[in-house]
């Protein structure tokens, strides 16, 4: 079952890692996923196990496979000090029975 739209009335872009090394990072082109965003400050533990504060939680359905590092445009359109960029912390996947729907929910710096 999919959860109607009501559910994620948010659009956010994410663009994924492509390659990391030596040279730096670089991402994939933006892709756009239908959210739901909170902006709230949650203390998570990042890839390295320390303890980290999330400014933004992200919900998106569990195929669109974002991982730890992606970067996410939460609030896109919304102009200059709404609109921002931030790198997922960490990924919490809930992997429902029906009638729920699975779902990630992305930390962000």
Same mark, same amino acid.
């Given at each position: 079952?999919?959860?109607p739209?009501?559910?994620?009335?948010? %659009?956010?872009?994410v663009?994924?890692?492509a390659?990391?090394?030596?040279m730096?990072?670089?991402?994939?082109?933006?892709?756009?996923l239908?959210?739901?965003?909170?902006?709230?400050?949650?203390?998570?533990?990042?890839?390295?196990a320390?303890?980290?504060?999330?400014? %933004?939680?992200? %919900?998106?359905?569990?195929?669109?496979?974002?991982?730890?590092?992606?970067?996410?445009?939460?609030?896109?359109?919304?102009g200059?000090?709404?609109?921002?960029?931030?790198?997922?912390? %960490?990924?919490?996947?809930?992997?429902?029975?029906?009638?729920?729907?699975?779902?990630?929910?992305?930390?962000l710096?």
């Open positions: 079952m999919k959860w739209a009501f559910f994620s009335p948010h %659009t956010v872009r663009r994924d890692i390659s990391s090394g030596g730096g990072t670089t991402y994939t082109a933006p892709r756009e239908a959210a739901e965003v909170k902006d709230e400050q949650t203390l998570v533990r990042d890839r390295d320390r303890e980290v504060v999330s400014s %933004t939680q992200v %919900t998106v359905a569990l195929d669109a496979r974002v991982t730890p590092g992606a970067l996410v445009t939460v609030w896109p359109g919304e200059a000090g709404v609109e921002r960029e931030a790198t997922v912390i %960490t990924v919490a996947r809930h992997v429902e029975r029906p009638p729920l729907e699975s779902h990630l929910v992305l930390f710096e």
